[in-house]
């Protein structure tokens, strides 16, 4: 299972991105899956998850990052809104995959490469 994100940009405080994570694998749908921040220097901390149909925000984010999914894609995006230099960093998705393997249905967890957002002031 390969996650492929995208989205990532430079931003002025007060705009937005949405952000990408593409499931690729045979048949590949994508369950439960989390967004995490890494700011420079920092460890990374999740944002935003979906699991087990709960959905999570950590207060930092609550209000302004709005995460959903489109299943006929096997995708899963961060929605970014009244972005602050403090978002500033890498972000990471990270999602447990079904797929069809050799006759047979798998899951996986598996991470992003990691998308660069940049939040100027």
């Known amino acids: 299972v390969q996650l492929v994100e995208s989205g990532g940009d430079s931003v002025k405080s007060g705009g937005s991105l949405r952000l990408s994570c593409a499931a690729h694998a045979n048949g590949a749908v994508i369950q439960d899956f989390r967004w995490y921040h890494q700011a420079p220097g920092k460890q990374r901390t999740q944002v935003a998850s979906?699991?087990?149909?709960?959905?999570y925000y950590a207060d930092s984010v609550k209000g302004r990052f709005t995460i959903s999914r489109n299943n006929a894609k096997n995708t899963v995006y961060l929605q970014m809104n009244n972005l602050k230099p403090e978002d500033t960093g890498v972000y990471y998705c990270?999602?447990?995959?079904?797929?069809?393997?050799?006759?047979?249905?798998?899951?996986?967890?598996?991470w992003g490469q990691g998308t660069q957002v940049t939040v100027s002031a």
């Open positions: 990270n999602a447990d995959v079904d797929y069809y393997y050799l006759g047979d249905w798998e899951e996986d967890n598996a």
């Open positions: 979906s699991t087990s149909g709960n959905i």
